[in-house]
């Protein structure tokens, strides 16, 4: 009897500590549900957050913005005042471009060029679309590029070709996804962004995202 009352007082300590912590965002744990962020995070997975991490460069962030319900993860690339430039979808900070093998970009590729791949792809779940009767779009990241040995153009928004769907005040300066800024991190805000480059509705489509809208910054990657 003595044993079965321990054992619930010890599992009704750790239920108590689990919920503070969570309410707390002491310890938050999330599941991946888009592929904004791919090739890092897969749809499903599951990551972990604190609010005792401070955002720091290349970090996730769970943020959730005014008026919206779900929770946004997306990657740190400026703190209060950086400055922040996309060239041809490359991203500056300062003036520095960034070594971002971990992103995913678009790429066209040709049937007969697919066909010898189409099983990496399959495995490693790359979004693939098709652009016409014989040409795909691929996302690949960088390091898949090298690795399935291919050359392949990018797909990128020439500078001054508008995009209705980003943020109103990057819009009315005439950027777009690809071609963006220089623009400055106001203080107490970040600027972040989704490793699939041309599938997150990040700081370019939602602005910058305020210090007091961050709940915690992932752990696990």
């Known amino acids: 009897m003595k044993k079965v009352v321990v054992i619930c007082v010890c599992l009704g300590v750790l239920f108590w500590t ?62 209060p005042g950086d400055i922040i430039e996309l060239k041809t979808a490359r991203v500056y900070r300062n003036g520095k471009l960034l070594d971002e093998p971990y992103t995913n970009n678009e790429y066209k590729i040709t049937e007969s060029k697919l066909d010898r791949i189409r099983g990496y792809i399959e495995q490693n779940k790359n979004e693939l679309q098709p652009m016409g009767d014989t040409i795909y779009k691929l996302a690949l990241s960088d390091k898949e590029l090298k690795a399935y040995h291919l050359n392949l153009a990018p797909i990128i928004s020439p500078k001054g070709t508008p995009n209705n769907e980003i943020f109103v005040d990057f819009r009315n300066a005439g950027y777009n996804e690809d071609n963006f800024g220089p623009v400055k991190v106001p203080v107490d805000n970040y600027f972040l962004l989704g490793d699939n480059r041309h599938d997150a509705l990040d700081s370019r489509y939602i602005g910058f995202i305020k210090k007091s809208e961050i709940i915690a910054t992932v752990l696990n990657h």
Do not use: D
């Not at 401070?54 to 319900?69: A, L, M, Q, R």
């Open 18 to 79: 689990w919920v503070t912590l969570r309410l707390t965002h002491i310890l938050e744990y999330y599941s991946i549900s888009s592929a904004s962020n791919m090739p890092t995070f897969h749809q499903g997975a599951t990551i972990f957050a604190s609010r005792l991490k401070t955002p720091g460069y290349g970090n996730f962030i769970c943020f959730k913005p005014p008026n919206k319900e779900n929770t946004y993860i997306f990657r740190c690339i400026g703190k």
